[in-house]
């Protein structure tokens, strides 16, 4: 079975910084791209970085370019994302998601299996 | 870029009626839309992938269609279980969400 789970998430102050971890199982995790995805309170989903199986490939997206880290380590079915210089409009539930395979024009593709989403709070 | 616009943002409904759900794409984006239902503190789950293509586990009454710019997804015979959030996606944008609520 596919699994997921995030962890690494908690309070931290304007100008921060948080490291948050994704251990996978159930499939051969060097072959599929990840991602992760946040959602502020109340609000719709919004994809934050991507790295492909192989990391020739990272994406951010531009709210966290210059900021936040994206990185795995296959041997070990990891995946991290380093956020510095934290700010408000960061808070959400981080989610790490598997890319299924079906890669558009742009190297983008939906995401198949998600983990249960780990909480980042940046307030004073 | 290419902007997403998803409508309506909420929808009330009954149990037993059909909905449809529609994204718009600012440029043409071919089939590469998919769908997702999320429920409160949980993880979205994948319905649909390339416009059309039911996933693996997605009852039968969930289906998606469209090309281009326009695309729908449409749940027929309404489950009590189907009361959600639901997002559409294109590469790396997702739409602003619709709430299906009971009417």
């Known amino acids: 079975e596919v699994q997921v789970v995030e962890s690494g998430g908690g309070l931290v102050k304007p100008g921060g910084s948080l490291r948050l971890s994704c251990v996978a199982s159930g499939f051969t995790f060097s072959n599929f791209g990840m991602s992760w995805v946040r959602q502020a309170p109340g609000k719709a989903l919004e994809w934050v970085s991507s790295i492909s199986g192989s990391t020739t490939y990272i994406y951010y997206a531009d709210s966290v370019e210059g900021r936040f880290t994206i990185s795995r380590d296959n041997a070990k079915n990891s995946l991290s994302l380093q956020m510095n210089s934290l700010r408000a409009g960061d808070t959400g539930l981080y989610f790490c998601?598997?890319?299924?395979?079906?890669?558009?024009?742009?190297?983008?593709?939906?995401?198949?299996?998600w983990g249960p989403g780990t909480l980042v709070t940046v307030s004073s | 870029d290419i902007q997403i616009t998803q409508s309506p943002s909420t929808l009330s409904a009954l149990v037993g009626d059909t909905i449809t759900i529609t994204c718009r794409a600012s440029?043409?984006?071919?089939?590469?839309l998919a769908w997702y239902q999320q429920k409160p503190g949980k993880a979205p789950k994948l319905l649909i992938y390339k416009a059309s293509n039911l996933e693996t586990g997605v009852p039968s009454r969930f289906s998606g269609s469209g090309s281009g710019t326009e695309f729908t997804l449409t749940i027929s015979s309404l489950q009590p279980d189907d009361f959600a959030t639901y997002y559409c996606?294109?590469?790396?944008?997702f739409g602003q969400g619709t709430k299906v609520e009971i009417k």
């Open positions: 996606q294109f590469s790396r944008t």
């Open positions: 998601a598997r890319d299924k395979g079906y890669y558009d024009t742009t190297g983008s593709s939906p995401f198949d299996h």
């Open positions: 440029q043409t984006i071919s089939s590469w």
